[in-house]
C-alpha cells in the first residue's frame, strides 16, 4: 500500500526516520503542506519564506535523484492528507513530530482520521522525555542540560534510503512558483542570495567548511567581527541537517570548544521542551507581574513608534546595535552576541516589549524559530522561566569594545567605515560622527535610570 510522508520542518533525506520508515513499507508519496492559516501571527515570516522556497527546490530535486516526486500541496494540512490518502489510497502518515502548537493540534486531528506514524527526529532527544526524579519536567536549563548529557548518546543516524519506490499514479501537486515565497517588490534578497546555500548538501557542505573550527568556538564563538559559528541555524531549523547528525561528527571531541558548541545544541532542544510546556511563550510573559510592566506602546507613543522604527532600521546611533540590525536586514541573521546586545537595547534603552522585537526577529530571521525565538527574547527581557534578570542592562558601547566589534561594525554600517578604533564603537562621544549617521536616540545612562525607575514600579506595587 501507498505510504504518506508528511515533510515540515525536515527536508532532508539523510537521518529523516519517518521517509527511512515509509520507504521500508512500501511505494510512498512525499507531501509538504503550506498551512499559512493554522500558525496564525507565527505563518512563516518574509525571510522564512525566502529559505523555504529554496529549500523544497533542493528537496524537491535530491527526491528526483532517487526516483521520487515532491507533491506540493496549499491549504489546512489534515484536509489535504485526507484527500491525498483518497487519492493515492494510502492510510498511512509517516511524520517526524513537531511541537509547534498549531503542528501538535494538527498531528491530534490527523491521527483521528488516518494511521499517523510520528517519529522523533528533529532533536538530539525527543522533547519532554528528559524527566526530573520525580518525572516532572525541567523548567531551567542547567539541569535540564546534565540530565540530556546523561542520557546521551542520541539516537543513531539513519541513512538516506538507496531508492524511493513510486505509487502508482501520482496525485496532483501545485507549482512552488504559484505560492510566492520569493520577494518581487521589491526583490530584497539579493543579501540573503550572497550569503546562503540553501539545502541538505549546503548543509554538510557548511559543517565541513566549519569542522576544524568546532576547538575554537569557545574562545571565539562572542566575537562578531570573525567568523567562528557555525552558521547552521536555518538549517537546523529548516531540518536539512539533524542534530544528531552533527552530534556524531564530533562525538569523538574532548575539546572546550565541542563542549560549549554541544551545550548550543541543548539551549535548542531546552527551548522546544519550553514550548511544549508553555505552547503560548512566544506571546505571554511567563512571569506575569511582567503584563503590569510600564512599556512604551509604539501603537500609542509617536516617540515610542520612532524608536523602534529607528532599531529596527539600524539607525539608533548605537554603532553595535545599528551594525546588528543592518546585518539581519541583509542577511536574515545576525550573530548571538548581537542578537543579545540588541534585544536588550529594544527592552531596556528603549522600554519597548519584547513581543515587538520578537516580531521583528520572526519576520526577518531566516532561522526565525517558534521555540528558540521566544525562549530568547524572554530569556534577555527577564520575562521567562529560566531567564536573566531584568536588572541586568547590557552597555551596549562597552560591550562593542569588549568583544572586538569594530571591524564587524565597519562591514555592516557603511557611514562608519573610515573610522578608527575606538571611535568606531562611539563616533558621537569622540566628536567623530559623520554627518550621515544619526545621534544616539537615547543617552545610555538616561536609558538605564529610565529601565530601573520602570522596573521599581512593579515592586512597589
Ligand atoms: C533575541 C534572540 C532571538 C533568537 N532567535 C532565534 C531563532 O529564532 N532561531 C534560532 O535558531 N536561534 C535564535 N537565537 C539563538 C542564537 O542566536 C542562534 O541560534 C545563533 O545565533 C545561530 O547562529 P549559529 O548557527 O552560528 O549558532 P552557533 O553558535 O554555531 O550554535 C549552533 C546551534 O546551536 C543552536 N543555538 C545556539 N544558541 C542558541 C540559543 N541561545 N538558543 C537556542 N538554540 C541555540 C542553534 O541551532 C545553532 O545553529 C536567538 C537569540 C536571541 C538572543
Same mark, same amino acid.
Given at each position: 500500500?501507498?505510504?504518506?510522508?508528511?515533510?515540515? !520542518?525536515?527536508?532532508?533525506?539523510?537521518?529523516?526516520?519517518?521517509?527511512? /520508515?515509509?520507504?521500508?513499507?512500501?511505494?510512498?508519496?512525499?507531501?509538504?503542506?503550506?498551512? #499559512?492559516?493554522?500558525?496564525?501571527?507565527?505563518?512563516?515570516?518574509?525571510?522564512?519564506?525566502?529559505?523555504?522556497?529554496?529549500? $523544497? =527546490?533542493?528537496?524537491?530535486?535530491?527526491?528526483?535523484?532517487?526516483?521520487?516526486?515532491?507533491?506540493?500541496? %496549499?491549504?489546512?494540512?489534515?484536509?489535504?492528507?485526507?484527500?491525498?490518502?483518497?487519492?493515492?489510497?494510502? /492510510?498511512?502518515? /509517516?511524520?517526524? *513530530?513537531?511541537?509547534?502548537?498549531?503542528?501538535?493540534?494538527?498531528?491530534?486531528?490527523?491521527?483521528?482520521?488516518?494511521?499517523?506514524?510520528?517519529? /522523533?527526529?528533529?532533536?538530539?532527544?525527543?522533547?519532554?522525555?528528559?524527566?526530573?526524579?520525580?518525572?516532572?519536567?525541567?523548567?531551567?536549563?542547567?539541569?535540564?542540560?546534565?540530565?540530556?548529557?546523561?542520557?546521551?548518546?542520541?539516537?543513531?543516524?539513519?541513512?538516506?534510503?538507496? !531508492?524511493?519506490?513510486?505509487?502508482?499514479?501520482?496525485?496532483?501537486?501545485?507549482?512552488?512558483?504559484?505560492? +510566492? $515565497?520569493?520577494? =518581487?517588490?521589491?526583490?530584497?534578497?539579493?543579501?540573503?542570495?550572497?550569503?546562503?546555500?540553501?539545502?541538505?548538501?549546503?548543509?554538510?557542505?557548511? $559543517?565541513?567548511?566549519?569542522?576544524?573550527?568546532?576547538?575554537?568556538?569557545?574562545?571565539?564563538? +562572542?566575537?562578531?567581527?570573525?567568523?567562528?559559528?557555525?552558521?547552521?541555524?536555518?538549517?537546523?531549523?529548516?531540518?536539512?541537517?539533524?542534530?544528531?547528525?552533527?552530534?556524531?561528527?564530533?562525538?569523538?571531541?574532548?575539546?572546550?570548544?565541542? #563542549?560549549?558548541?554541544?551545550?548550543?545544541?541543548?539551549?535548542?532542544?531546552?527551548?522546544?521542551?519550553?514550548?511544549?510546556?508553555?505552547?503560548?511563550?512566544?506571546?505571554?510573559?511567563?512571569?506575569?507581574?511582567?503584563?503590569?510592566?510600564?512599556?512604551?506602546?509604539?501603537?500609542?507613543?509617536? *516617540?515610542?513608534? %520612532?524608536?523602534?522604527?529607528?532599531?529596527?532600521?539600524?539607525?539608533?546611533?548605537?554603532?553595535?546595535?545599528?551594525?546588528?540590525? %543592518?546585518?539581519?536586514?541583509?542577511?536574515?541573521?545576525?550573530?548571538?552576541?548581537?542578537?543579545?546586545?540588541?534585544?536588550?537595547?529594544?527592552?531596556?534603552?528603549? $522600554?519597548?516589549?519584547?513581543?515587538?522585537?520578537?516580531?521583528?526577529?520572526?519576520?526577518?530571521?531566516?532561522?526565525?524559530?517558534?521555540?528558540?525565538?521566544?525562549?530568547?527574547?524572554?530569556?534577555?527581557?527577564?520575562?521567562?522561566?529560566?531567564? +536573566?534578570?531584568?536588572?541586568?542592562?547590557?552597555?551596549?558601547?562597552?560591550?562593542?569594545?569588549?568583544?572586538?566589534?569594530?571591524?564587524?561594525?565597519?562591514?555592516?554600517?557603511?557611514?562608519?567605515?573610515?573610522?578608527?578604533?575606538?571611535?568606531?564603537?562611539?563616533?558621537?562621544?569622540?566628536?567623530?560622527?559623520?554627518?550621515?549617521?544619526?545621534?544616539?536616540?537615547?543617552?545610555?545612562?538616561?536609558?538605564?535610570?529610565?529601565?530601573?525607575?520602570?522596573?521599581?514600579?512593579?515592586?512597589?506595587?
Amino acid at each position: 500500500m501507498t505510504q504518506l510522508v508528511w515533510l515540515r !520542518r525536515d527536508l532532508r533525506l539523510a537521518d529523516n526516520p519517518a521517509l527511512y /520508515h515509509a520507504a521500508k513499507a512500501g511505494p510512498l508519496v512525499c507531501v509538504y503542506v503550506l498551512d #499559512e492559516e493554522a500558525p496564525k501571527h507565527h505563518a512563516y515570516g518574509g525571510a522564512s519564506r525566502w529559505w523555504l522556497h529554496h529549500s $523544497l =527546490t533542493s528537496l524537491a530535486k535530491s527526491l528526483e535523484a532517487k526516483g521520487s516526486k515532491l507533491i506540493l500541496r %496549499r491549504g489546512d494540512a489534515v484536509e489535504e492528507f485526507t484527500k491525498l490518502a483518497n487519492e493515492v489510497r494510502a /492510510h498511512t502518515v /509517516h511524520a517526524n *513530530a513537531h511541537y509547534e502548537p498549531w503542528w501538535l493540534n494538527a498531528e491530534r486531528k490527523l491521527a483521528n482520521k488516518l494511521d499517523l506514524q510520528l517519529y /522523533h527526529g528533529n532533536y538530539l532527544k525527543p522533547p519532554g522525555s528528559i524527566t526530573t526524579g520525580t518525572g516532572g519536567q525541567y523548567k531551567i536549563y542547567t539541569p535540564y542540560s546534565r540530565a540530556v548529557r546523561a542520557a546521551f548518546p542520541p539516537s543513531d543516524e539513519l541513512t538516506a534510503p538507496e !531508492r524511493l519506490e513510486a505509487p502508482a499514479n501520482w496525485p496532483a501537486s501545485d507549482d512552488l512558483a504559484s505560492w +510566492n $515565497l520569493l520577494p =518581487t517588490k521589491p526583490d530584497w534578497s539579493g543579501g540573503m542570495a550572497a550569503f546562503w546555500q540553501v539545502g541538505e548538501e549546503a548543509a554538510h557542505a557548511r $559543517l565541513k567548511a566549519w569542522e576544524a573550527d568546532v576547538d575554537d568556538y569557545d574562545d571565539k564563538r +562572542n566575537f562578531p567581527s570573525v567568523d567562528k559559528v557555525s552558521r547552521l541555524s536555518p538549517h537546523l531549523h529548516f531540518g536539512e541537517i539533524s542534530p544528531v547528525q552533527i552530534w556524531h561528527r564530533f562525538k569523538h571531541k574532548r575539546s572546550k570548544g565541542w #563542549e560549549t558548541f554541544e551545550g548550543e545544541l541543548i539551549w535548542r532542544d531546552y527551548s522546544q521542551n519550553a514550548i511544549l510546556q508553555f505552547p503560548k511563550y512566544a506571546t505571554q510573559n511567563y512571569r506575569e507581574d511582567f503584563d503590569r510592566f510600564p512599556w512604551r506602546d509604539p501603537a500609542t507613543d509617536e *516617540a515610542a513608534a %520612532r524608536d523602534l522604527k529607528a532599531w529596527q532600521q539600524g539607525r539608533t546611533g548605537y554603532p553595535i546595535v545599528d551594525a546588528g540590525m %543592518r546585518q539581519l536586514w541583509q542577511t536574515g541573521w545576525m550573530h548571538n552576541r548581537v542578537r543579545m546586545i540588541t534585544a536588550s537595547f529594544l527592552i531596556k534603552h528603549l $522600554l519597548i516589549d519584547w513581543r515587538e522585537g520578537e516580531k521583528w526577529f520572526w519576520d526577518t530571521l531566516c532561522d526565525a524559530d517558534y521555540a528558540s525565538n521566544a525562549t530568547n527574547w524572554q530569556w534577555t527581557a527577564g520575562t521567562g522561566v529560566d531567564s +536573566n534578570m531584568f536588572s541586568r542592562i547590557m552597555a551596549p558601547l562597552s560591550q562593542s569594545e569588549k568583544f572586538d566589534a569594530a571591524r564587524y561594525i565597519r562591514t555592516y554600517v557603511p557611514e562608519l567605515k573610515g573610522i578608527d578604533e575606538p571611535y568606531v564603537h562611539d563616533p558621537e562621544e569622540f566628536g567623530r560622527r559623520p554627518a550621515g549617521y544619526p545621534r544616539k536616540i537615547v543617552p545610555h545612562r538616561q536609558a538605564r535610570e529610565r529601565a530601573l525607575a520602570a522596573l521599581k514600579t512593579l515592586k512597589d506595587r
